[in-house]
């Protein structure tokens, strides 16, 4: 009777048992797939379970910071098909209507954003968890986010946009996306965008927590003050990627253009939206329209995920509370 954990080693031979599963197995298995010890710097691939106040904060949270964030999302949206309005004027273009305007296609990604936000928090922590790498997990984590938040956000994109086509009798509304299709025009641009912005909550707000330490600000408001100026920063990375999300999903003749042809509508828009050029085409600098998109881009990723930091920070404090009492 072989002994399965010493299989394949010299009697004479000691070292640490064998990491088995050859029971029952043909001779052909045991050549092919050999038996390996379980030494003690091997390092396990598990998976942790994200903790439940982390499913609380993205199952709750989410709902909460998009749809009060959705006049800053609508005002980004009138922008990339607007280059000379002032971001004032833009955001009184949204509530145009009235308050409530301000809120148009809001409802449309409430839903999707309990699992957006879950793939933010719990998703995330069990990926880094899992393969030990945050830029890893913010790359995977990104793919999830793009196909749960697709169709409702380019949903709220286009009711937005067609709602300021309606109030001028332009005539220029686009059809709307399906709400079962997590892929169609921009989702690559939206992917970047996402992968882009999450690293601001995840990867740059450790580096400035810990400057935050040096400069010896209190601890209660570092977590929060880190979350904004880290959210700020990536606001600004993804400016230009989220407008030309937004230009892609609100354009009807980028909707029905070839791959060559809309790289090339997306460089074009890029020039004529962020460069001013002189009369024999030299560039003469950048146009204020790109700090306008700046200032509002910054603000709205600064505001959605430092709302969500903190409602992650409140899920995680009152959950320890309870199992304290308990």
Same mark, same amino acid.
């Given at each position: 009777?072989?002994?399965?954990?010493?299989?394949?080693?010299?009697?004479?031979?000691?070292?640490?048992?064998?990491?088995?599963?050859?029971?029952?197995?043909?001779?052909?298995?045991?050549?092919?797939?050999?038996?390996?010890?379980a030494g003690a710097n091997e390092k396990a691939f598990a998976v942790k379970?994200?903790?439940?106040?982390?499913?609380?904060? &993205?199952?709750?949270?989410?709902?909460?910071?998009?749809?009060?964030?959705?006049?800053?999302?609508?005002?980004?949206?009138?922008?990339?098909?607007?280059?000379?309005?002032?971001?004032?004027?833009?955001?009184?273009?949204?509530?145009?209507?009235?308050?409530?305007?301000?809120?148009?296609?809001?409802?449309?990604?409430?839903?999707?954003?309990?699992?957006?936000?879950?793939?933010? &928090?719990?998703?995330?922590?069990?990926?880094?968890?899992?393969?030990?790498?945050?830029?890893?997990?913010?790359?995977?984590?990104?793919?999830?986010?793009?196909?749960?938040?697709?169709?409702?956000?380019?949903?709220?994109?286009?009711?937005?946009?067609?709602?300021?086509?309606?109030?001028? &009798?332009?005539?220029?509304?686009?059809?709307?996306?399906?709400?079962?299709?997590?892929?169609?025009?921009?989702?690559?641009?939206?992917?970047?965008?996402?992968?882009?912005?999450?690293? &601001?909550?995840?990867?740059?707000?450790?580096?400035?927590?810990?400057?935050?330490?040096?400069?010896?600000?209190?601890?209660?408001?570092?977590?929060?003050?880190?979350?904004?100026i880290a959210s700020i920063g990536s606001g600004c990375l993804t400016t230009?990627?989220?407008?030309?999300?937004?230009?892609?999903?609100?354009?009807?003749?980028?909707?029905?253009?070839?791959?060559?042809?809309?790289?090339?509508?997306?460089?074009?828009?890029?020039?004529?939206?962020?460069?001013?050029?002189?009369?024999?085409?030299?560039?003469?600098?950048?146009?204020?329209?790109?700090?306008?998109?700046?200032?509002?881009?910054?603000?709205?990723?600064?505001?959605?995920?430092?709302?969500?930091?903190?409602?992650?920070?409140?899920?995680?404090?009152?959950?320890?509370?309870?199992?304290?009492?308990?």
């Amino acid at each position: 009777q072989v002994d399965q954990r010493t299989w394949g080693r010299p009697a004479h031979v000691d070292g640490p048992p064998m990491v088995t599963h050859y029971a029952g197995k043909s001779r052909i298995w045991r050549r092919c797939c050999p038996p390996r010890a379980a030494g003690a710097n091997e390092k396990a691939f598990a998976v942790k379970f994200p903790d439940t106040p982390l499913i609380l904060a &993205g199952a709750l949270g989410g709902p909460i910071c998009i749809f009060l964030t959705t006049p800053l999302r609508n005002a980004l949206t009138l922008a990339s098909q607007d280059a000379q309005s002032s971001a004032w004027e833009l955001l009184a273009n949204v509530f145009q209507a009235g308050f409530a305007s301000g809120w148009t296609g809001g409802w449309a990604p409430v839903l999707p954003s309990s699992p957006q936000f879950i793939t933010l &928090g719990p998703l995330f922590h069990c990926l880094k968890e899992a393969f030990d790498s945050s830029f890893l997990a913010v790359c995977l984590s990104a793919v999830a986010e793009t196909v749960i938040s697709y169709p409702s956000s380019t949903i709220n994109a286009q009711m937005a946009y067609n709602q300021a086509q309606e109030l001028v &009798g332009s005539g220029a509304e686009v059809l709307l996306v399906s709400a079962w299709i997590p892929w169609g025009p921009g989702v690559i641009l939206l992917f970047l965008r996402n992968a882009l912005a999450m690293c &601001g909550l995840r990867l740059l707000s450790g580096p400035v927590q810990q400057t935050m330490r040096r400069l010896r600000v209190p601890e209660s408001f570092r977590g929060l003050l880190s979350d904004f100026i880290a959210s700020i920063g990536s606001g600004c990375l993804t400016t230009p990627l989220n407008q030309l999300y937004n230009y892609a999903s609100t354009s009807q003749v980028y909707t029905h253009s070839g791959s060559f042809e809309q790289l090339r509508q997306l460089a074009a828009f890029l020039g004529t939206t962020y460069v001013s050029c002189g009369p024999a085409g030299e560039i003469l600098g950048l146009r204020q329209s790109l700090v306008r998109d700046l200032m509002l881009r910054s603000l709205y990723t600064a505001a959605i995920f430092t709302l969500f930091g903190a409602i992650e920070r409140i899920c995680v404090l009152l959950w320890r509370l309870r199992e304290k009492r308990l």
